[in-house]
């Protein structure tokens, strides 16, 4: 039996948003690199999860939910996107099998179309389908567009998945693999401290908080004695948003740190302590200064 060469290569996720593609690349990667919510646009950046097999190396493209964008903030999330799935090796299009139904989405096809690239369809969430429908949908989707294959998950649960990433290894070209083997994101451990900060405004918020609210990590010191001292900043737009953040006698801002603080030690495997602080910056989200600070721009 000839030996498989390596292959390596780079792949896009795209999809609507909270179709599950940060939980998907969660799932692969089998560690937590992207932060999940039930709120659209949870992810708003490009971040690359780095999948490493015995004779592959997949880079995932994560990306922010394919939307009709109307404020300067989407428009940055949009272009973020759509750049997304040009020059690589692979596009994965996720769709949600609860709410996707038998109807033509325009907008991702014009996508997938201008990819130039192989696609392949990802239907997630079938642990919440009937086996019935699932085939109505494959059947439906396979009619709109030539897909490479067509491939049923379940992110939440597994189901899937390795096939997935079996095939999706199989697209890629012959090469050498472009990350270490123990490397799972190339974001800094920053970006993904200040995301795991957003994630619980996003939990314990209203609904109204998550889109108006950005994070920065002000300082990140490692002390001899293997402490972590992290300082961040939760930005919003009004002074209301402000006061819901910090809550009564500053419980709800305590209830975010504690949380979001287990989750970094986790990551970092070390000891943290978290000081979270709350500004207003009016009306960031169409400010051209502050969304270059933030990264978005």
């Not at 896009?12 to 919510?37: A, D, F, Q, Y």
């Not at 109307?70 to 949600?96: T, Y």
């Not at 970006?191 to 990140?220: C, L, Q, W």
């Amino acid at each position: 039996m000839t030996e498989r060469l390596y292959r390596s290569g780079f792949v896009t996720i795209i999809g609507r948003p909270n179709v599950g593609k940060s939980t998907l690349l969660n799932r692969i990667l089998g560690e937590k690199i992207v932060i999940t919510s039930d709120k659209p646009q949870t992810t708003r950046n490009r971040i690359q999860g780095i999948h490493t097999l015995p004779d592959a190396q997949i880079v995932f493209i994560d990306t922010p939910g394919i939307h009709q964008a109307r404020s300067r903030f989407n428009r940055a999330m949009m272009d973020a996107a759509l750049s997304s799935v040009k020059g690589v090796d692979a596009v994965l299009l996720l769709v949600d099998a609860v709410t996707c139904g038998l109807k033509k989405d325009d907008l991702l096809l014009d996508v997938i179309r201008g990819a130039g690239a192989p696609v392949i369809l990802v239907v997630n969430k079938i642990d919440l389908v009937e086996k019935e429908k699932l085939l109505e949908l494959i059947s439906f989707h396979a009619s709109l567009f030539p897909f490479k294959e067509i491939v049923p998950v379940s992110a939440a649960t597994g189901d899937g998945v390795e096939l997935l990433v079996r095939l999706v290894s199989d697209l890629l070209p012959e090469g050498v693999p472009f990350y270490p083997d123990d490397i799972l994101t190339d974001v800094p451990e920053r970006f993904v401290v200040a995301e795991m900060v957003r994630e619980k405004v996003f939990r314990f918020t209203r609904d109204e908080i998550p889109y108006s609210t950005a994070v920065t990590v002000d300082s990140f010191t490692e002390r001899p004695d293997g402490l972590v001292s992290i300082s961040a900043t939760i930005i919003v737009e009004r002074d209301s948003q402000k006061g819901i953040i910090i809550g009564r006698k500053g419980e709800m801002l305590k209830k975010i740190g504690m949380r979001a603080r287990s989750d970094i030690e986790r990551l970092l495997d070390t000891r943290v302590f978290l000081e979270l602080f709350v500004r207003v910056d009016r009306d960031w989200r169409e400010s051209r200064r502050a969304l270059k600070e933030l990264g978005y721009e």
